[in-house]
């Protein structure tokens, strides 16, 4: 099928986003065109700002069009409290579930040898400075992989060079999850991470 | 497993040491969706049996059954890394070596054991470099054929081996033979002789490795100055 030469470049750039193949995208373009013209150029204006204006914040590296994002300059965060994430996502969830007050830091990856990414790579030379200045604990909030472990190890000896306090956060059985059901290395983790009771 | 890398949404992109088919590629489907039955099975280290279809360079992952589970932590788990950086590095896909798996494996389960870190990874580098077909002349003088004697210093040329250090002045690398005995052996009783072969081990790795390097390795490096 083929479409007026417009509608097929909008097609084609839908599906940019991520989960959209050409049937969505089809879909998509057809409700804005026919059903939706104002969500559609409002969508156009903030997309062509926001993939212009937003970049990293100064100080956790996380997304924002400000130079430094409003969790660093709230006056009400503990500047001495910081977790440290891999993506700008994780911060959403954090703040969402648990009663966290202090700040973070986004490593927007993880180290990862293989694929040449190394402390330098990851900014974690930002990150030491950091340590050396206000921050007096640090939570590693990586993920539960392999590279996600590293990655807080490394940044736990960092924080021990600096005297900072470090933890990571604990992996073990999901909420409601029957242990009949969880995968092995899962389980073999939740036993390494038990605790007394 | 060796490593894993993000392909599209949901799947995976698996490198895999294998005992009958060398180093595989292979896709696993919709191995980050919340209930797949691949999930968490297929980080680095872990030991699986794999089920695959497909003949070509990128197999497809059918079926996963874990047989050896692997937590390797702090230094092991740099260790672990600096392992599959190296056999990624040095095997090409689908070639066979025949006994890297073994020596893979073991490795592998040595360093979540009492054993010193550093004796694993100079037997394993060995052990890999002789399944490439890059083994390393280790008991006997390269020119003489005379058995390396203890207290003797050689300097090791990679393309020869160990040659008496009269002859030669600055090509390769100096090295006492108790170093090269213990490396032959794979049992090291002296800590100088141990901290020689991870020079000689460098020293030799690099030349296969070329320009580029280990990036695991600086890891450690990094962590070592600071
Ligand atoms: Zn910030």
Redesign the interface.
């Known amino acids: 099928m083929s479409y007026s030469p417009l509608i097929q470049q909008l097609i084609n750039r839908l599906c940019v986003l991520?989960?959209v193949g050409p049937k969505s995208a089809q879909r998509m373009a057809f409700h804005l065109l026919q059903r939706d013209r104002e969500g559609g150029a409002a969508l156009s204006v903030v997309l062509a700002e926001a993939m212009d204006s937003v970049g990293q914040c100064q100080q956790c590296q996380t997304l924002s069009e400000a130079d430094v994002c409003a969790i660093c300059r709230s006056p009400h965060r503990d500047k001495g409290l910081m977790c440290v994430v891999e993506t700008p996502a994780n911060i959403p969830a954090i703040e969402q579930a648990a009663h966290y007050n202090g700040v973070y830091f986004v490593l927007m990856g993880h180290?990862s040898?293989?694929?040449?990414?190394?402390?330098e790579q990851l900014g974690l030379d930002k990150l030491a400075s950091r340590f050396a200045g206000d921050v007096t604990e640090v939570i590693l909030a990586t993920n539960l992989?392999?590279e996600g472990?590293?990655t807080a190890?490394?940044i736990a000896?960092?924080a021990e060079?600096h005297q900072v306090k470090a933890t990571r956060i604990a992996h073990g059985v999901p909420v409601g999850g029957e242990l009949e059901y969880i995968?092995?290395?899962?389980l073999?983790?939740a036993f390494?991470g038990r605790r007394e009771l | 497993m060796l490593h894993q890398k993000a392909y599209r949404e949901t799947s995976l992109i698996l490198d895999v040491l294998t005992q009958d088919y060398g180093r595989i590629g292979v896709l696993a489907k919709g191995a980050k969706r919340p209930k797949s039955p691949f999930r968490g099975r297929l980080q680095p280290f872990v030991c699986n049996l794999l089920n695959w279809s497909g003949k070509g360079q990128l197999k497809t992952l059918t079926a996963v059954d874990t047989l050896t589970h692997i937590n390797l932590q702090g230094t092991q788990l740099y260790c672990g890394m600096y392992l599959n950086e190296l056999v990624v590095r040095l095997t090409q896909p689908d070639d066979q070596h025949e006994a890297l798996f073994a020596s893979y494996q073991s490795a592998v389960l040595n360093l979540m054991s009492e054993l010193p870190v550093e004796v694993t990874l100079r037997v394993f580098e060995k052990q890999l470099l002789r399944q490439l077909g890059y083994g390393l002349l280790l008991d006997v003088e390269y020119h003489t054929g005379t058995p390396v004697e203890p207290n003797l210093w050689y300097q090791y040329i990679v393309s020869k081996g160990p040659v008496r250090s009269q002859v030669v002045n600055d090509e390769g690398l100096r090295i006492q033979g108790k170093a090269l005995m213990a490396l032959e052996g794979e049992s090291f009783s002296e800590p100088d002789s141990l901290s020689q072969c991870k020079y000689l081990m460098r020293y030799i790795l690099d030349v296969y490795l070329g320009h580029e390097p280990l990036n695991s390795r600086a890891l450690f490096q990094t962590i070592s100055t600071r």
């Open positions: 991520p989960g180290l040898p293989i694929d040449g990414i190394g402390p992989t392999v472990e590293a190890h490394y000896q960092l060079k995968d092995e290395n899962t073999s983790l390494q």
